[in-house]
T-cell receptor, first 114, second 112 residues
Framework: GPKVLQIPSHQIIDMGQMVTLNCDPV?????FYWYKQILGQQMEFLVN????????KSKLFKDQFSVERPDGSYFTLKIQPTALEDSAVYFC????????????FGKGTRLTVV | QQQVRQSPQSLTVWEGETAILNCSYE??????FPWYQQFPGEGPALLIA?????DKKEDGRFTIFFNKREKKLSLHITDSQPGDSATYFC???????????FGSGTQLTVMP
C-alpha cells in the first residue's frame, strides 16, 4: 500500500540543540500530520498541515516546534531548542482528503534528547 | 482526561478463537472511529473504520460493533491467526477536527 517514509529512524541530540525530522508523504496526498508517542503512552496529535499552512495544532505543539514543506519536498518537523521532554517517537502521517478519511502513518522517528 | 479508553491492555487467545477488543469514548461529537494495527517497528496501519451512523462494519474476519448510546465499540477478530499478533489502537475524531484521538492500545497475542 501507500508508504510514508521517515528519515532518520532514530536520532540522538543534545538538549538545547536543533533537530529536524524529515517525512516523505504519500505522493498524491495533500494533508500532512505529526503525532508524538511517549514510550508506553498513546499517540497524541501535534499538528496538521495543508496548502502550506498549519490548519490545527494541539497544546503539545509548543512554540519551539515548527513545520514546513518547502516546494513539495520533505514535510519537516523542526524543534529548536530541544528539551528532555521532547524525547519520544514522532510519527508522520498523510491523507489524500481531510478529516474523517484514511490516514497513512510512517514508521516513526525515535528522538532521544540527552 | 483520556478521551478514548481501550481494554484490555493485553489479550492472549488461541489460534481459531475470537478476540474481542473494547473501546469507549467521552466526546459525543466523535463520529469517525478507525482501528489501527501496529506491528513492532512499523507505523500504525488502518485496519477497519466505522462512522457513527452505522452500528456494525465488517471486513473479512474483522468486525466493529458500535453502540452510540453507550459510547462504546468493539473490534471482533474471528478465527484469530498468529499473524494477527500486534497492538491494536482504537481512535476517534469528529468532522470538525483534523486530529485523531488515540486510545492506549491493546496488545494481542495469538498462540498457535
Amino acid at each position: 500500500g501507500p508508504k510514508v517514509l521517515q528519515i532518520p529512524s532514530h536520532q540522538i541530540i543534545d538538549m538545547g540543540q536543533m533537530v529536524t525530522l524529515n517525512c516523505d508523504p504519500v505522493s498524491n496526498h495533500l494533508y500532512f500530520y505529526w503525532y508524538k508517542q511517549i514510550l508506553g503512552q498513546q499517540m497524541e496529535f501535534l499538528v496538521n498541515f495543508y496548502n502550506g499552512k498549519v490548519m490545527e495544532k494541539s497544546k503539545l505543539f509548543k512554540d519551539q516546534f515548527s513545520v514546513e514543506r518547502p516546494d513539495g519536498s520533505y514535510f519537516t518537523l523542526k524543534i529548536q531548542p530541544t528539551a528532555l521532554e521532547d524525547s519520544a517517537v514522532y510519527f508522520c502521517a498523510s491523507s489524500s482528503q481531510g478529516a474523517g478519511t484514511e490516514v497513512f502513518f510512517g514508521k516513526g522517528t525515535r528522538l532521544t534528547v540527552v | 482526561q483520556q478521551q478514548v479508553r481501550q481494554s484490555p491492555q493485553s489479550l492472549t487467545v488461541w489460534e481459531g478463537e475470537t478476540a474481542i477488543l473494547n473501546c469507549s469514548y467521552e466526546n459525543s461529537a466523535f463520529d469517525y472511529f478507525p482501528w489501527y494495527q501496529q506491528f513492532p517497528g512499523e507505523g500504525p496501519a488502518l485496519l477497519i473504520a466505522i462512522r457513527s451512523v452505522s452500528d456494525k462494519k465488517e471486513d473479512g474476519r474483522f468486525t466493529i460493533f458500535f453502540n452510540k448510546r453507550e459510547k462504546k465499540l468493539s473490534l471482533h477478530i474471528t478465527d484469530s491467526q498468529p499473524g494477527d499478533s500486534a497492538t491494536y489502537f482504537c481512535a476517534a475524531s469528529d468532522s470538525g477536527s483534523w486530529q485523531l484521538i488515540f486510545g492506549s492500545g491493546t496488545q494481542l497475542t495469538v498462540m498457535p
